[in-house]
């Protein structure tokens, strides 16, 4: 209780609230932007970060993100192009109702069971971190091998793509992970000499090249494709919303639900949350046929996952120090530089940080009713913003950013090289999140893994020896099993036709 | 750019192999069979797997008619690969000539460049620039204290 009091001390303070305030007007701003998404502007965040105190760090990541994804909904309905990957399932729905005239009842709905989707996300994420923390704390090298180990795998598990490309990029990301002074022994691995990579592939700089500058290297190809503004008077946002709560209450709590169970996954975020709870939405419909045709009931599902899976994102990253999406992977990076190893004993050593992240949490997701109304309102000079002047703005941004990082050229460089890497990779079906995964697990995973080996004396049945080592160990397995075999029919499947 | 999968693959597996090898050079732990190089070899090793099969994957492609290389559309508009090579290109020259020139004048000639190049309005884009540059110099070098280089306005900042 003292942790708490103290914790909301530290958050009231008029300085972190600016804070709050400012970063929810920018995540508002780059959700609503199309092209722009919410791991950008966390991306983007983290050199600002970097020099706060540790509350209003965290409150500033909290707040963009838990706006951005919202935000995201808003072009996705006015332009059809969703401002967050977090907004694709549903865009085409939104667009219908704007078409049918019913813009202002969508976006009311998208905002309403968003704040919602997500208070029930941070509910649980209130209950369920202390409670996975206490059972972590008795965790050894071998759990925390196997917790790695599964976290990667959920992570191309649940990518939409193909799974092989998912497996790729993420030993990649892992072999980027072993440039620089390994983690046993301390020799040096892969430097070339050069005593800047012997720090090892910086992190920030890397994200801010893959999925920032990667981004704008798509944006600036196509710059001059003019987005259209559906010309649509919004009126009264929240009209009819209470009586959407009371039909679809149902898909609320199921969307809900899902979200933070899938967004608890290690590796699959908002997005796959969003997409797998339309799909269900559409499959479980009294009316199916509507879907498609502008039909609120999968937009309430989708809309409460991808905010409440936010939330549920950081279960893992605290309790273990896993990351639940690209997101969490940078707020990882954020703990690590603060002095906080995310992970059981930040619960025990650092309390009033753990609650003062509940308690930004909650007024995040309240602030988002008056600044997402007034987002809303205010959308069509948002989406006007040209983006011949935002795009190089932006640029200049993540060059001071990944400068910031190092204070050094190295930073820039990391994140030019990443950047024209990431390109690459998307452009040929590689998906970037597994990377950054394996960037930011690696360390843990080879440490643990090196660890076990040693313990063990490289005997691999040690490894399932302890209860809940076991456990993990065959549930990983049996994910790489039924990945494979998912693969293989897959494989059967594209083969039959010829 | 979109290269078949059998290019891929091979450039991970030539990846792989090349990185195996100067695993090599690590030393061992005095009387531990599990050294530096267990990890990264553990690891090529799987990176070698996942290409062959995606060399695999692009030979079957490429036997029903997948192309090597398949270029995206805007590669064929010149000025298109102009903006994409101007953006890398911004980068690099702050990299090669910041340090001795400083932040402020290569930010602003980047974002003039790319402005005017991107078709903003010469005034519009003079004063954006001119702007933006010093809003993110003091957000960065005077609120963060980031040592942002000062070059040939060191006597002046």
Same mark, same amino acid.
């Given at each position: ?23 929810a007007a920018?995540?508002?701003?780059v ?19 970097f ?34 990957p ?46 996975? &923390? ?15 180990l599964?976290? $990667? ?22 072999l ?66 209470w ?35 339309f &799909? ?39 309790v ?10 940078i ?7 603060k ?15 753990i ?13 988002? $009713? ?8 205010? &959308? ?34 990391i ?30 995973l ?18 399932f ?17 039924l990945?494979?075999?998912?693969g ?6 594209t $083969?039959?036709?010829? | ?15 792989s ?50 192309g ?66 010093f ?6 070098a ?16």
């Amino acid at each position: 209780m003292d942790a708490f009091v103290t914790a909301a001390g530290l958050v009231l303070d008029p300085n972190v609230l600016w804070v709050i305030v400012a970063s929810a007007a920018f995540g508002m701003f780059v959700g609503a932007m199309p092209g722009l998404t919410a791991t950008m502007a966390t991306a983007l965040l983290v050199p600002v970060t970097f020099f706060m105190d540790p509350v209003p760090a965290l409150g500033a990541i909290v707040t963009a993100t838990a706006m951005a994804i919202f935000a995201g909904d808003i072009p996705a309905a006015m332009l059809r192009i969703p401002g967050t990957p977090a907004s694709a399932a549903y865009t085409d729905e939104s667009y219908a109702m704007s078409k049918k005239g019913e813009l202002d009842l969508n976006l009311g709905v998208n905002l309403v069971f968003s704040v919602l989707g997500g208070m029930i996300g941070v509910a649980l994420l209130i209950v369920c971190a202390p409670v996975l &923390a206490e059972a972590a704390i008795n965790f050894s090298s071998f759990e925390y091998f196997w917790l790695a180990l599964l976290g $990667l795998t959920c992570a191309i598990f649940m990518t939409t793509g193909d799974p092989l490309k998912g497996v790729t990029s993420l030993i990649f990301g892992l072999l980027i992970n072993c440039i620089g002074i390994d983690p046993t022994a301390g020799h040096p691995r892969f430097t070339f000499g050069s005593v800047e990579l012997l720090q090892g592939i910086s992190f920030i700089p890397a994200m801010i090249g893959m999925f920032a500058l990667s981004e704008l290297l798509r944006g600036a190809v196509s710059v001059d494709e003019r987005n259209v503004v559906l010309a649509q008077k919004i009126g009264n946002i929240f009209h009819g919303v209470w009586s959407v709560l009371k039909k679809y209450w149902f898909n609320f709590l199921r969307g809900s639900a899902l979200g933070v169970a899938i967004g608890a996954l290690p590796g699959a975020g908002a997005d796959i949350a969003a997409w797998i709870s339309f &799909a269900i939405s559409k499959r479980f419909s009294k009316t199916p046929e509507k879907f498609g045709t502008g039909h609120i009931e999968g937009i309430v599902d989708a809309t409460s996952a991808n905010n409440s899976a936010l939330a549920a994102a950081w279960i893992p990253a605290l309790v273990f120090g896993i990351p639940g999406d690209s997101i969490t992977a940078i707020v990882i990076g954020v703990l690590y530089m603060k002095g906080m190893n995310p992970g059981p004993t930040v619960f025990l050593q650092n309390p009033q940080f753990i609650y003062a992240v509940f308690i930004i949490f909650v007024l995040a997701n309240l602030l988002m $009713l008056p600044l997402g109304w007034a987002a809303i309102k205010s &959308a069509k000079q948002i989406l006007r913003v040209p983006r011949n002047v935002l795009l190089p703005i932006i640029l200049l941004f993540c060059l001071v950013g990944s400068y910031a990082m190092t204070n050094s050229f190295y930073g820039v460089l990391i994140m030019l090289v990443l950047g024209i890497i990431g390109w690459l990779m998307e452009e040929n079906g590689f998906p970037i999140a597994p990377a950054i995964l394996g960037l930011v697990l690696g360390e843990m995973l080879e440490q643990n893994f090196m660890t076990s080996m040693i313990k063990a004396d490289g005997n691999a049945l040690v490894f399932f020896e302890r209860p809940i080592a076991g456990v993990l160990g065959v549930i990983t397995v049996a994910v790489w099993g039924l990945m494979l075999w998912r693969g293989f029919m897959g494989r059967k499947a594209t $083969l039959a036709p010829t | 750019m979109r290269a078949n999968d059998a290019i891929n693959g091979l450039i991970l597996i030539l990846l792989s192999v090349a990185m195996i090898a100067m695993t090599s050079t690590f030393p061992a732990f005095p009387g531990q069979p599990y050294g530096p190089s267990l990890f990264p070899r553990v690891l090529g090793t799987l990176l070698i797997m996942c290409g062959v099969l995606l060399v695999w994957r692009g030979l079957a492609a490429r036997r029903s008619g997948a192309g090597w290389v398949e270029m995206a559309p805007w590669t064929r508009q010149p000025w298109r690969v102009v903006s994409f090579f101007l953006m890398l290109g911004s980068l690099l020259l702050y990299i090669l000539v910041g340090d001795a020139i400083g932040f402020i004048p290569v930010a602003i000639v980047i974002l003039l460049a790319l402005f005017l190049w991107f078709g903003v309005r010469p005034l519009s884009a003079v004063v954006t620039a001119v702007v933006a540059t010093f809003a993110i110099h003091w957000f960065f070098a005077t609120l963060l204290r980031v040592p942002l280089p000062r070059g040939v306005l060191d006597a002046i900042l």
